[in-house]
């Protein structure tokens, strides 16, 4: 939703009813009558708010509070002080520590309001689209970067588990689907493109070392009771037993290796549950109870899995991350 309403902050009533009817012809407006009230309606509607307008001058807090306030909350916000003659100096000053847009001096000149009134409305216009557009560049990086993680996965297990990775790692990524997976969020202003994809070679090899640990020291595979013994143990706080039944209690168990931070050190935790599903070998799924997710084992399948498995997954996974 595209942010329309102008927000006008004024202890003196008459002028935020002269303000609202000069005003509503061009966009709805909304008042307050103090900077404490102003800051409820930033929390609450902030994100219905295109132009913040605040007077200068009022008790309790001055108004500039409020902007500081609006520009550290809501960046894209085109934010306005008016004041009297007599504070250009208090108005200057906002200006310049990137607290306003600019100023517009009591009283009013109408036509000079308008004016400056439509000029913040076009700028939010384009702060809001820019932003989209930034947001949706970030998504399909970020979207770029699961998919990646995802092939690093198949290329790491078939590097470092030397084995018939494809079902198992099937399972794997049905279990992340099973309990949902957000994309990586990207750092850009700690990484550049050179680092973070180094940073992502780094996680695909310690993924891959970490696979081949874990199973190392999971011993052999007995029943499935006892299976889910040894997947407790490697997942401590993260599991709960009920009975016969193992319950994931933590996503991030699940997930943690496609979501996790970028830069961020791959954990053995993380790691866990994927060297498990190659340990066991067995087919298992992840069924939604209270409380958690319940490891549950399956029967074999002898149909093949089709060609484009992996592209599905992958297909399947990008749309979960975006989904709202």
């Known amino acids: 939703m595209r942010p329309e309403k102008i927000l006008y902050v004024d202890d003196e009533a008459m002028a935020l009813k002269y303000f609202e009817r000069l005003v509503t012809p061009m966009a709805p407006v909304l008042t307050a009558l103090s900077v404490e009230e102003g800051k409820e309606i930033l929390r609450t509607r902030g994100n219905e708010i295109a132009v913040l307008v605040s007077d200068q001058r009022m008790p309790g807090a001055h108004g500039n509070e409020l902007l500081r306030y609006a520009r550290d909350n809501h960046p894209a916000m085109v934010r306005m002080l008016t004041t009297a003659y007599s504070e250009l100096g208090e108005a200057i000053e906002a200006i310049n520590s990137g607290e306003i847009y600019r100023y517009i001096t009591k009283p009013w000149d109408l036509e000079s309001l308008r004016a400056d009134l439509k000029n913040a409305l076009e700028l939010a216009n384009l702060r809001s689209e820019r932003d ?4 949706e560049k970030m998504l399909v990086q970020q979207q770029q970067l699961l998919a990646s993680r995802v092939t690093e996965l198949a290329i790491a297990s078939a590097g470092f588990v030397q084995a018939d990775y494809s079902r198992v790692l099937h399972t794997y990524l049905q279990s992340v689907l099973a309990t949902g997976c957000a994309a990586p969020a990207i750092d850009w202003s700690q990484l550049d493109h050179a680092d973070l994809m180094q940073a992502e070679a780094q996680r695909a090899i310690a993924v891959g070392q970490l696979l081949a640990s874990n199973r190392d020291r999971f011993g052999a595979p007995g029943s499935f009771a006892e299976a889910l013994t040894v997947l407790a143990k490697a997942l401590p706080g993260q599991t709960r037993r009920e009975g ?5 209690t933590d996503r991030a168990a699940v997930n943690g290796l496609l979501q996790g931070a970028t830069a961020t050190a791959v954990t053995a935790d993380q790691a866990a549950w994927l060297a498990w599903l190659y340990w066991l070998g067995t087919p298992v799924k992840l069924r939604a109870v209270e409380g958690g997710h319940e490891v ?17 997954c992958i297909e399947q996974l990008g749309r979960e991350a975006i989904a709202p």
């Open 132 to 135: 989209g557009l930034l947001r």
């Open 244 to 248: 016969d039944t193992l319950l994931i």
């Open 296 to 312: 549950r084992e399956t029967e074999h399948s002898t149909t093949p899995l089709a060609a484009d498995w992996l592209a599905d």
